[in-house]
């Protein structure tokens, strides 16, 4: 049952995407880039393939060493790919070009390479030439390492060009004293009006009769805000093999058997023989290993670490005592009392005070020895004046990594700390502060808390489906299969089997996942292949078992969007044009402001200090052609209708402020550069992609 166990669980393949620290760049010569191009090229961007070789070669490096998986990999490498030669073009008309002294500069202001050891002089700084020392070395000790290293380079050089560049652009970004001036007045100008606002709302949807000709015309006008993306609509049906409830009643069946000791006839000695229980077994690491589909474990554990439901039973067993089945995650278990650690676990805050030359010491600090004891001397009648503020001195005073979390040290296990503070955790009562010495320096310490802990001898076996019902959820979905392949209907077929029919729309070609479906690309990239048309249907495996049927009902294809695809977006804003027209044509007549509020019953309302930095209008939202007219008119001028974002508007001015002007525009022109600078680097990239002839085939290989 074991070996059957872990035979299914292998054949789950469960990824984790834990995330990517981007960092190794070395100096190791010049990377030519040279190598084979594939015919077919994962993308193409200017007309500059993108080997699908390289590409691959880059994903599985991701994929490797910063366990970044599936589709995540392939688009960061996608996206620093493109970047790159985007980039390289400019960097080519520019004449940009990053030599030993740019590299060097960067390594150095890297605190991944800054703040290491090996790379350090006598007097702790960085040595750039201890570097390039350790990258030679790496060619002969390493070959492996030394080539990933090399291939790093690349990138490495493509972000100092970029510094280079977007340096260059950012200095070249000024403003003039005209343009500092209209900031300044667009900033201080004021005006205040009286508005009337006739919302939409007013008008009944149902009354607003549109034409799909109007629609389609305010579409082609509109364009650029209306492209949408390839993409697919399916339904499904899910065959999941879940065990059922015989399945799970078996396997505790098989684990309640190894709670009993039973009696087997040995055909070789031709005597029966006593088979141990986890009770009576006198060599338990092999019993458990024999029969569980987790090895023995012979970790203590606090009560915390055990299945809520089961917990209290567990921990308060005796010894020798067992329990179960019991559930304890995707397991079934039963458990045996080994042993118990009576304040076995113990949690621990320090304050460390190292010396130079004491172990794992900063290299920026320079007390001595003696000088570390007296200050942590110091430090100790601190703390035992006012326990309560050990975590804020903690973080004040401490040479320790915990001193961020004001030296707490979480629970240890007896032997997991060096020896003089180990005894000492161990050996004091919860409250104790006291001082230790170490090799890594002078440690106060408060004993914060301990719990007791307990050793459990457990065999486990995972809750699967039986072969029994793997059988037939696989006949289900073939049976349903075939009918679909004879022409029944999908939906039919469904309600006859009592199965649920799922819906998800809007896949994207380089969608992973569907919803409560993950790793679903193998079904995505059908959907988007060329054979595949509406009705297509087909059946996928599922990763942790079982079968997913879907079948095509709605196929969009990159480009204009449809009137059905921007009934949400689009028809609202006609429809609001249309009611404008309406609204004026029925209110053209009212010359009299005070007039058409009353005809409308709508309140004249105002809006004080308004200025061209921001379109908000009190109590009417965002509106930038009520300000822009506003600042349009004289005092006590009556605005004609103006059509807004939320309604139609006549405004009134009844007071403007003009500022006359200061002596100097400085101020102004700073600000424009703080504000715009920062902010020319990813505009410029963004521009720069959207003019770039992109070609993008990672959906065909992955």
């Known amino acids: 049952m074991a070996i059957l166990g872990s035979l299914r669980k292998n054949s789950v393949v469960l990824i984790t995407v834990i995330g990517m620290a981007l960092f190794a760049f070395v100096i190791s010569g010049v990377f030519d880039g040279k190598g084979y191009v594939a015919q077919s090229p994962v993308g193409v961007v200017n007309d500059e393939d993108l080997s699908i070789e390289d590409f691959r070669d880059q994903v599985d490096f991701l994929q490797t060493n910063y366990n970044l998986s599936g589709l995540n990999a392939v688009n960061s490498v996608w ?14 008309l520019s004449g940009i070009s990053s030599g030993k002294d740019h590299l060097e500069s960067l390594i150095s202001e890297n605190p991944s390479f800054s703040s290491d050891p090996r790379f350090l002089n006598d007097i702790g700084n960085f040595d ?29 050089e493509n972000q100092s060009n ?50 799909k000709s109007e629609i389609e015309k305010y579409i082609n006008e509109n364009q650029s805000d209306y492209q949408i993306e390839s993409s697919r609509n399916i339904k499904y049906v899910l065959f999941d093999e879940k065990p059922t409830n015989q399945d799970e009643t078996d396997t505790r069946s098989v684990l309640e058997n190894l709670l009993k000791e039973k009696k087997e006839f040995n055909s070789v000695s031709k005597q029966e023989e006593i088979i141990p229980s986890l009770s009576s077994s006198k060599n338990l690491t092999e019993f458990i290993n024999d029969n569980s589909e987790i090895p023995f474990d012979s970790i203590y554990v606090p009560k915390g670490n055990l299945p809520l439901d089961d917990a209290n039973i567990l921990f308060n067993l005796d010894i020798n005592q067992t329990y179960g089945p019991y559930i304890d995650g995707d397991y079934f278990k039963i458990s045996r009392m080994l042993d118990r650690k009576n304040g076995g676990n113990v949690r621990a805050s320090h304050i460390l005070i190292a010396y130079q030359g004491s172990q794992s010491a900063s290299p920026q600090i320079s007390r001595s020895k003696n000088e570390a004891k007296n200050e942590a001397i110091r430090i100790l009648g601190l703390v035992k004046k006012n326990p309560s503020s050990f975590s804020s001195i903690a973080s004040e005073y401490s040479d320790g990594p915990s001193k961020s979390v004001g030296g707490d040290l979480g629970f240890v296990q007896d032997g997991a700390m060096v020896k003089p503070f180990n005894d000492f955790i161990f050996s004091k009562r919860v409250g104790t502060i006291g001082m230790v010495e170490t090799d890594f320096g002078f440690h106060v310490i408060n004993v914060v808390a301990k719990e007791d802990l307990v050793l459990l ?28 392949s004879k022409g029944a209907d999908f939906d039919t077929l469904s309600e006859e089997n ?15 996942n569907l919803p409560g479906l993950p790793n679903q690309r193998r079904l995505i990239q059908w959907l988007f292949s060329e054979e595949t048309k509406i009705d297509s249907y087909k059946r996928f495996d599922l990763s942790a078992g079982g079968y997913i049927i879907a079948k095509v009902t709605g196929m969009k294809n990159e480009g204009l969007a449809t009137i059905e695809d921007v009934k949400f977006t689009a028809v609202p804003k006609v429809r609001n044009l249309q009611k404008a027209k309406m609204i004026i ?16 019953e709508i309140e004249i309302n105002k809006a004080l200090a308004l200025n061209q930095k921001s379109a908000t209008v009190t109590n009417a939202g965002i509106e930038p052609l009520v300000v822009g007219y506003a ?25 403007k402020e003009i500022s006359k002007g200061i002596e100097s525009y400085e101020p102004y022109k700073n600000q424009l550069l703080q504000s715009k600078r920062p902010m020319s680097t990813n505009s410029l990239y963004v521009a720069l992609k959207e003019i770039a002839e992109i070609e993008d085939n990672r959906s065909t290989y992955y």
């Open 457 to 484: 001898a457990s065999i486990a076996i995972k809750n699967l489906p039986s072969e029994r019902t793997s059988d037939k959820v696989f006949n289900s979905a073939t049976k349903f299969e075939i009918g679909l």
């Open 79 to 92: 996206d620093q790919k493109v970047r790159s030669l985007i980039l390289s073009d400019q960097f080519k």
């Open 585 to 600: 044509k029925e209110n053209t007549e009212i010359k009299s402001f005070e007039d058409l509020a009353s005809y409308n």
């Open 128 to 156: 750039v030439n201890k570097f390039i020392d350790f990258v030679i070395e790496l060619k002969t000790t390493n070959t492996v390492a030394y080539e990933q290293w090399k291939n790093q380079e690349l990138i490495f």
């Open 631 to 655: 600042f349009g008119l004289g005092e006590n001028e009556v605005s004609d209708f103006i059509v807004g974002e939320n309604g139609v508007y006549k405004i009134r001015v009844i007071k």
């Open 498 to 512: 009592e199965y649920d029919v799922k819906t998800v729309n809007s896949i994207k070609v380089l969608d992973e």
């Open 162 to 211: 970029e510094k280079i560049y977007f340096d260059l652009i950012k200095s070249g970004i000024n403003f003039s004293f005209k343009d500092a001036q209209f900031e300044y007045f667009t900033q201080n100008d004021k005006v205040d009006i009286e508005y009337i606002q006739i919302p939409y709302s007013s008008i009944e949807d149902s009354l607003v009769k549109l034409k």
